[in-house]
């Protein structure tokens, strides 16, 4: 399956498990070498049967927790990936990891102390567009204006990513782009860190080890892309249910506002949902009626996604 390790080759498995905590989109984390990491795990080709056993196994030892659905995300595989200031050439090792993107509706504490769920927007605070642009936002596009220096292909890149003005919009699922823009143009902390530079303490964000702030982008922008097409939002919800509840959890994943009454009308245009004929009465004033999702294959439906109608 892989170059044994001696060989410069070891082949690990990363998981991006989201929830949702107090409204806020969560990722699971680990501490590695005292930075924020994702759960991370060595791949045996000689003990472990699959990539995905292997993957449950190492999540549910490091945090306590046990996957349920899981899809892969993508293999990263760039040299130097894990170790970038290591000498170049044949004994330098080579760090190959297949990422996964995990939902769980379980956001509990995690049950082993050095697992912790850290909210997303935390990590990509340029990516929270629900009151507006970001405050730290504009520092950014200062230093991509500085790092763009006239130059009108790296110009037309920033503009089309991070719409700064029309006519160009935002687009909540190109979360990797963002991030490899702000890396190349030295922007975030691990850029710094990579290219052995002084630390970027002021950086936005917060900076995760190895290349799995990369990882994690990778997998929020597939999440926020699958909002429109699949019914993978109510992975993330308890088996009852606002349509406020369903809203802010559709807010807090695409980093949107969203207008309430479009919204709705198309959450029924779906036919994902049912009323239980139940009242909540947790909202703090008038009770709302509960939900909950249809019963049987959601991934049969004829249509698969839920509107993300946003307020701008």
């Given at each position: 399956?892989?170059?044994?390790?001696?060989?410069?080759?070891?082949?690990?498995?990363?998981?991006?498990?989201?929830?949702?905590?107090?409204r806020?989109?969560?990722?699971?984390t680990?501490?590695?070498?005292?930075?924020?990491?994702?759960?991370?795990?060595p791949?045996?080709?000689?003990?472990?049967?699959?990539?995905e056993?292997?993957?449950?196994?190492?999540?549910?030892?490091?945090?306590?927790?046990?996957l349920?659905?899981?899809?892969?995300?993508?293999?990263?595989?760039?040299?130097?990936?894990?170790?970038?200031?290591?000498?170049?050439g044949?004994?330098?090792?080579?760090?190959?990891?297949?990422?996964?993107?995990?939902?769980?509706?379980?956001?509990?504490?995690?049950?082993l102390?050095?697992?912790?769920?850290?909210?997303?927007?935390?990590?990509?605070?340029?990516?929270?567009?629900?009151?507006?642009?970001a405050?730290?936002?504009?520092?950014?596009?200062?230093?991509?204006?500085?790092?763009?220096?006239?130059?009108?292909r790296?110009?037309?890149?920033?503009?089309?990513?991070?719409?700064?003005?029309?006519?160009?919009?935002?687009?909540?699922?190109r979360v990797?782009?963002?991030?490899?823009?702000?890396?190349?143009?030295?922007?975030v902390?691990?850029?710094?860190r990579?290219?052995?530079?002084?630390n970027?303490?002021?950086?936005?964000?917060?900076?995760?080890?190895?290349?799995?702030?990369?990882?994690?982008?990778?997998?929020?922008?597939?999440?926020?892309?699958?909002?429109?097409?699949?019914?993978?939002?109510?992975?993330?919800?308890?088996?009852?249910?606002?349509?406020?509840?369903?809203?802010?959890?559709?807010?807090a994943?695409?980093?949107?506002s969203?207008h309430?009454?479009?919204?709705?009308?198309?959450?029924?245009?779906?036919?994902?949902?049912?009323?239980?004929?139940?009242?909540?009465?947790?909202?703090?004033?008038?009770p709302?009626?509960?939900?909950?999702?249809?019963?049987?294959?959601?991934s049969?439906a004829?249509?698969?996604?839920?509107?993300?109608?946003?307020?701008?």
């Amino acid at each position: 399956m892989g170059l044994p390790a001696e060989q410069g080759v070891r082949i690990g498995l990363s998981a991006v498990v989201i929830a949702l905590r107090e409204r806020k989109a969560c990722v699971l984390t680990t501490p590695a070498d005292g930075a924020l990491a994702l759960p991370f795990g060595p791949f045996d080709p000689g003990r472990d049967r699959t990539f995905e056993r292997a993957l449950r196994d190492f999540v549910t030892a490091q945090t306590g927790f046990r996957l349920g659905f899981v899809e892969q995300l993508y293999t990263f595989g760039d040299l130097g990936r894990d170790s970038p200031r290591a000498t170049p050439g044949p004994e330098r090792r080579r760090e190959v990891s297949v990422g996964y993107l995990a939902l769980t509706a379980d956001a509990a504490e995690a049950p082993l102390a050095e697992a912790r769920w850290t909210p997303v927007l935390d990590i990509f605070p340029w990516e929270d567009r629900r009151d507006g642009a970001a405050a730290c936002l504009q520092p950014l596009l200062a230093g991509l204006a500085a790092w763009s220096a006239g130059d009108s292909r790296r110009q037309g890149r920033v503009d089309t990513l991070f719409a700064p003005a029309t006519p160009h919009r935002w687009n909540e699922g190109r979360v990797l782009e963002r991030y490899e823009l702000l890396y190349e143009a030295g922007l975030v902390a691990e850029a710094a860190r990579d290219r052995d530079r002084p630390n970027l303490a002021d950086g936005p964000g917060r900076a995760m080890a190895s290349d799995h702030r990369r990882i994690l982008a990778t997998g929020l922008g597939r999440l926020r892309s699958k909002l429109k097409y699949r019914p993978v939002l109510f992975d993330l919800m308890p088996p009852t249910f606002t349509l406020s509840e369903l809203q802010a959890a559709a807010e807090a994943v695409a980093g949107l506002s969203l207008h309430k009454q479009n919204f709705r009308r198309g959450v029924e245009r779906t036919g994902l949902v049912e009323p239980t004929g139940r009242l909540s009465a947790a909202t703090g004033g008038r009770p709302a009626e509960l939900f909950r999702t249809i019963r049987g294959d959601l991934s049969a439906a004829e249509t698969l996604g839920l509107p993300l109608p946003a307020l701008r």
